[in-house]
Nanobody, 117 residues
Framework: QVQLVESGGGLVQAGGSLRLSCAAS????????IGWYRQVPGKQRELVAHITTGGSTSYEDSVKGRFTISRDNMKNTVDLQMNSLRPEDTAVYYC???????????WGQGTQVTVSS
């Protein structure tokens, strides 16, 4: 069993930046593709970025050029740097593994990101 803890969310004005961090209860993140997902009320959770064990990254079109995912295997964390934030980025953000295109572990509590216009 893996417990995930997301942190770093908050309230920011449009154009601002936030850095989210994902930590796990076991030193396991380095062994999996890890993704950042987000969810707004009434919509399905979507994968916005992921990073492979080798460090290759991929992004959903709406965040390309603005978000950067990175991993620190020594710290057992995966971060999401979010720049040029837009009101439509407002959501609860979660991290999880990406196995077969989707999450593999139980979800953490997420971290709320609110972008004001």
């Amino acid at each position: 069993q893996v417990q995930l803890v997301e942190s770093g969310g908050g309230l920011v004005q449009a154009g601002g930046s936030l850095r989210l961090s994902c930590a796990a209860s076991r030193r396991i993140l380095s062994m999996y593709v890890i993704g950042w997902y987000r969810q707004v009320p009434g919509k399905q959770r979507e994968l916005v970025a992921h990073i492979t064990t080798g460090g290759s990254t991929s992004y959903e079109d709406s965040v390309k050029g603005r978000f950067t995912i990175s991993r620190d295997n020594m710290k057992n964390t995966v971060d999401l740097q979010m720049n040029s934030l837009r009101p439509e980025d407002t959501a609860v953000y979660y991290c999880n593994s990406v196995v077969g295109g989707g999450p593999y572990w139980d979800w953490g509590q997420g971290t709320q990101v609110t972008v004001s216009s």
